[in-house]
């Protein structure tokens, strides 16, 4: 029996960033998109959705205080 690590409820959904969503997204703030915190491309979920190295994910989760929080992070080796 194989479980998908993604409908596990501690985990948060995470996207793999088209080239467009980066540009709108990062267009507007004062930093590089690429300095963006680091996720491993060997972390579970990163190879669950096929992510591969220089990709920028979205991370979407449920807060009780913020109701969705978003972060982003970038995949490294």
Partial sequence: MKIDIQDHKLV???EIMTEEEISDEFS???YDFKDLPKIKSNDPVVKAIGAEPGNVLRITR??????VF??????ED
């Fill in 62 to 67: 449920d807060s009780e205080t913020a109701g």
């Fill in 12 to 14: 948060p959904k995470h």
């Fill in 28 to 30: 507007d703030v004062d």
């Fill in 70 to 75: 978003v972060t982003y992070r970038i995949v």
